[in-house]
């Protein structure tokens, strides 16, 4: 099931907040009557049993004493949402007293900036060594989002406190595709020309990206072109389909039921891309569509799809 773009930050509320919306919708249900409502709360009350069900077996889980990501704590702002870690330069590191630098770079090279989350100096495995890096692409349905704006930023922090150096990249929002992928692809070219500065091992690098992001490192994985050696791909609900072959957004939740409209009868999601990503260009189609490039799939690192 793909996850249409543009609802991350939604979809991090509705799960916060869901103990209190199935009160809120149990009330409405008793009130007025209504079975949707008392489903819908029943719903997201076996939502949150099995969440508590899933903590307390992981809290009786042996932790492996190696390898796992320290502690940390988070800064007050990114305490009330992790959205507020934009306006953090440094957050605590593996150690109270040393910091995690949070970086802003203007390659002049790309022509998007790029964060760089530096592990402090006492972080695991951060002697004088090379250091292993994730390589992050944000979401945002290809026209908003932004590096620092994303709901890992606690990810990210846990990772650098445990001594992974995190390359958060942009992309050009605004314009005409190809433009977006142009700069992931000069993302990864930049980062093997500044290994050395950032003491990057380029056999050790991780690749991930969320929504309209895990749709470009997806792409750029299929196409290729690049000298840097990626070990693995995470995709955090990845927009794999942007024509949406599938028909899965022509109806529910994009249709109007309570109208009688059941259907559009056409893709909301390809509508979007088409309008507002590709600007009407129908040529460009076969450029962004990453499964329709499975024949390079030989060529792709290990991937994890999550959502």
């Known amino acids: 099931m793909q996850v249409p773009p543009l609802i991350d930050f939604f979809l991090i509320y509705f799960d916060a907040w869901s103990s209190v919306l199935a009160l809120v919708f149990t009330g409405v249900g008793l009130w007025t009557g209504a079975s949707p409502y008392l489903l819908a709360a029943i719903s997201l009350g076996v939502a949150r049993l099995r969440r508590l069900a899933r903590d307390l077996r992981g809290a009786h889980r042996p932790r492996p004493s190696a390898h796992t990501a320290p502690k940390v704590c988070r800064p007050l702002l990114a305490k009330i949402h992790p959205y507020l870690y934009y306006f953090s330069n440094s957050v605590p590191g593996a150690v109270p007293s040393e910091e995690v630098r949070i970086e802003r770079l203007h390659p002049t090279s790309l022509k998007v900036p790029v964060d760089i989350w530096h592990p402090s100096p006492s972080a695991p495995g951060a002697g004088a060594g090379k250091r292993r890096a994730l390589v992050f692409f944000h979401g945002g349905a290809w026209r908003g989002g932004e590096a620092r ?58 690749v991930a990206g969320t929504s309209a992001g895990g749709h470009l490192a997806a792409l750029a994985m299929a ?76 060529n792709w690192p290990p991937t994890l799809c999550l959502g």
């Open 223 to 298: 196409k290729g072109g690049f000298s840097v050696k990626v070990r693995a791909v995470v995709l955090f609900y990845p927009a794999l389909d942007p024509a949406d072959r599938s028909g899965h957004t022509t109806g529910l939740p994009f249709c109007l039921p309570f109208l009688g409209v059941t259907s559009f009868g056409m893709s909301a999601l390809k509508w979007f891309f088409q309008t507002f990503v590709l600007r009407g260009d129908e040529q460009l189609w076969s450029s962004a569509e990453p499964m329709q490039m499975l024949g390079n799939a030989k």
């Open 149 to 206: 704006l994303v709901p890992q930023g606690p990810m990210f922090q846990r990772l650098a406190a445990g001594g992974t150096v995190i390359v958060s990249c942009e992309y050009r929002r605004r314009e005409k595709w190809p433009a977006q992928i142009e700069d992931v692809e000069l993302a990864l070219k930049w980062l093997e020309a500044t290994a050395s500065e950032l003491r990057l091992d380029l056999e050790n690098i991780t």
